[in-house]
T-cell receptor, first 109, second 117 residues
Framework: SQKIEQNSEALNIQEGKTATLTCNYTNYSPAYLQWYRQDPGRGPVFLLLIRENEKEKRKERLKVTFDTTLKQSLFHITASQPADSATYLCALSNNDMRFGAGTRLTVKP | GAVVSQHPSWVICKSGTSVKIECRSLDFQATTMFWYRQFPKQSLMLMATSNEGSKATYEQGVEKDKFLINHASLTLSTLTVTSAHPEDSSFYIC?????????????FGPGTRLTVT
């Protein structure tokens, strides 16, 4: 069956460091992979989309990589700030869209 | 741009009653709208996909007679939870897309917290 796994339920880092979140998948061939941010009690907010033929994408302090051989995406936040604290979801798209359970990131001042 | 609203943001209802949740795309026309359910610390689970003017497509295991979806216009979709039970208590989130069912950015509403007593 299809599985999407995000590396850990929670990740704590110090302000200024780079946060790296992992999304692994099995039995799936996504055409796109997306990352969303979700704050408590709120809907997800779209951050980045990367296509299967793209290796890397950047947007300001965010960087996403997509390795279809490893079936893995890495999501990096550089120079992290306490305001980056949230749950980050990866989502895989082909004929539909499936979400991972998310990683709760806490950036400590 | 691409703002999606939901109403109400939270609702408490008694077991056996029905509850309607509205999802609106405020500044764009949404070809497709999606309804998700999210339990605490769990992933978003897609319940159904709806296109304006046609019947919704429900995911396996989702009862279409219990979760009625109407997509009357390109800016409005509604989800009605009929004869609600405590196990229906959850966070319901809608999203809207310019494109079809797959592969496009989805813009999410703020969610509706439903509590059935």
């Amino acid at each position: 069956s299809q599985k999407i796994e995000q590396n850990s339920e929670a990740l704590n880092i110090q302000e200024g460091k780079t946060a790296t979140l992992t999304c692994n998948y099995t039995n799936y061939s996504p055409a796109y992979l997306q990352w969303y941010r979700q704050d408590p009690g709120r809907g997800p907010v779209f951050l980045l989309l990367i296509r299967e033929n793209e290796k890397e994408k950047r947007k300001e302090r965010l960087k996403v990589t997509f390795d279809t051989t490893l079936k893995q995406s890495l999501f990096h936040i550089t120079a992290s700030q306490p305001a980056d604290s949230a749950t980050y979801l990866c989502a895989l798209s082909n004929n539909d869209m499936r979400f991972g359970a998310g990683t709760r990131l806490t950036v400590k001042p | 741009g691409a703002v999606v609203s939901q109403h109400p943001s939270w609702v408490i209802c008694k077991s056996g009653t029905s509850v309607k949740i509205e999802c609106r795309s405020l500044d764009f026309q949404a070809t497709t709208m999606f309804w998700y359910r999210q339990f605490p610390k769990q992933s978003l689970m897609l319940m159904a996909t709806s296109n304006e003017g046609s019947k919704a497509t429900y995911e396996q295991g989702v009862e279409k007679d219990k979760f009625l979806i109407n997509h009357a216009s390109l800016t409005l979709s509604t989800l009605t939870v009929t004869s609600a039970h405590p196990e229906d208590s959850s966070f319901y989130i809608c999203s809207a897309s310019f494109g079809g069912r797959s592969s496009y950015e989805q813009y999410f509403g703020p969610g509706t917290r439903l509590t059935v007593t």
